[in-house]
């Protein structure tokens, strides 16, 4: 089996904005705390791709396995890797499975699963490329997708998605520990690389100006085999305005 889709494959980008695009041309995601991924799967072959072009697949054996116990033999999805824990989705967790051996990864994969949640389907179970087909046709597709191949796995997810500004709102307004802001997309658009005119992303900034001191021994400074004592009080003596 040979996919239409060649890899490294760049996914299609998000342009940020500072408000929800307003209109009928609209429809919204939740945008997740997670890595970026395209999912591949030829036969019995199953790579995950970073956002920059990168295997991911060591890193996350869970999903691999996962995408390879699906009934399809052909697919591409697009997606966001997340880590579940503590109610929450830990974005350090995710970090930790970069830097770490393969039998830790392992371990990793065990006690806190990673999870893909999916929100684009590129190449369907018939091997056929989606990629020029409108938004809408493709969120149909990939429902059907899902509910026919996915529903069962407990490591895929579907996203949300909506047309509801006031969906899009709320779901703004929870950006905390699962959810990173909103994603807005032009339902008219096809999928298109490395682009950004039909999909924005908006995030719920909270911003503070910050001022900060810090200090470093020189050779032969007079701090040298200071008291812990005196060195926290010249420490004192800095201001920090937060």
């Known amino acids: 089996m040979t996919l239409p889709l060649r890899q490294p494959f760049a996914p299609m980008e998000a342009l940020s904005v500072d408000s929800i695009?307003?209109?009928?041309?609209?429809?919204?995601?939740?945008?997740?705390?997670?890595?970026?991924?395209?999912?591949?799967?030829?036969?019995?072959k199953v790579e995950l791709q970073s956002k920059s072009g990168r295997s991911m697949s060591r890193y996350f054996p869970e999903l691999t396995t996962a995408l390879g116990k699906l009934k399809p033999k052909t697919l591409v999805l697009d997606g966001e890797i997340v880590v579940p824990a503590d109610g929450a989705f830990s974005f350090d967790a995710?970090?930790?499975?970069?830097?770490?051996?393969?039998?830790?990864?392992?371990?990793?994969?065990?006690?806190?699963?990673?999870?893909?949640?999916?929100f684009d389907l590129l190449v369907d179970a018939a091997?056929?490329?989606?990629?020029?087909?409108?938004?809408?046709?493709?969120?149909?597709?990939?429902?059907?997708?899902?509910?026919?191949?996915?529903?069962?796995?407990?490591?895929?997810?579907?996203s949300p998605s909506t047309t509801s500004l006031s969906q899009a709102k709320e779901w703004l307004r929870r950006t905390g520990a699962t959810l990173d802001g909103v994603i807005a997309k032009r339902r008219d658009f096809?999928?298109?690389?490395?682009?950004?005119?039909?999909?924005?992303?908006?995030?719920?900034?909270?911003?503070a100006d910050c001022v900060v001191g810090g200090f470093r021994y020189n050779e032969n400074?007079?701090?040298?085999?200071?008291?812990?004592?005196?060195?926290?009080?010249?420490?004192?003596?800095?201001?920090?305005i937060c």
Not at 21 to 41: I, M, N
Not at 133 to 154: G, I, N, T, V, W
Not at 193 to 206: H, S, V
Request: proline content about 5%; aromatic content about 10%.
């Open 190 to 207: 096809n999928y298109r690389t490395g682009d950004c005119r039909g999909m924005q992303k908006i995030k719920n900034f909270r911003s």
């Open 127 to 158: 091997g056929e490329l989606l990629t020029g087909k409108p938004l809408d046709a493709r969120r149909r597709a990939l429902e059907l997708f899902f509910q026919k191949y996915c529903r069962a796995s407990p490591s895929i997810r579907l």
């Open 21 to 44: 695009p307003v209109g009928e041309a609209w429809r919204y995601e939740p945008k997740w705390d997670g890595f970026r991924c395209l999912a591949f799967r030829d036969g019995a």
């Open 94 to 118: 995710l970090l930790q499975r970069i830097h770490l051996a393969q039998s830790r990864i392992r371990e990793f994969a065990a006690e806190t699963p990673a999870l893909l949640i999916v």
């Open 221 to 240: 400074s007079p701090l040298e085999g200071s008291s812990r004592s005196n060195i926290i009080s010249q420490i004192n003596d800095l201001t920090v």
